[in-house]
Nanobody, 128 residues
Framework: QVQLVESGGGLVQAGGSLRLSCAAS????????VGWFRQAPGKEREFVTA????????YYADSVKGRFTISRDNAKNTVYLQMNSLKPEDTAVYYC?????????????????????WGQGTQVTVSS
């Protein structure tokens, strides 16, 4: 079992930055890929970014490419999402998720079905 807890959300002005953290329990976490998804009011949850177990492969949605960076520290069981140049359209609840397929690094990480464990979410609000 893996439990995930997001933190770091908040209110920021457009153009600003935030860093989200996803802290995990469980020793097997370091073998799992982790993704970030977001859900804006009235919209479906969408993929943001993902990182494989060794941090050698990352995926980004086109909407965040060049502005967001995902990273992980397996010694701390934590994945980070650095968000720069934030826009009002980035406003959403951000969720981290972990797969339960050890060492998987493929394109399924862009999809919700690629993940088994989910955090409770953290709100990010970007004002214009």
């Amino acid at each position: 079992q893996v439990q995930l807890v997001e933190s770091g959300g908040g209110l920021v002005q457009a153009g600003g930055s935030l860093r989200l953290s996803c802290a995990a329990s469980g020793r097997t976490f370091r073998t799992y890929a982790v993704g970030w998804f977001r859900q804006a009011p009235g919209k479906e949850r969408e993929f943001v970014t993902a990182i494989n177990w060794s941090a050698s492969i990352t995926y980004y949605a086109d909407s965040v490419k060049g502005r967001f960076t995902i990273s992980r520290d397996n010694a701390k069981n934590t994945v980070y999402l650095q968000m720069n140049s934030l826009k009002p359209e980035d406003t959403a609840v951000y969720y981290c998720a972990a797969s339960n397929n050890p060492y998987y690094s493929g394109s399924h990480l862009r999809e919700e079905y690629g993940y088994t464990y989910w955090g409770q979410g953290t709100q990010v609000t970007v004002s214009s």
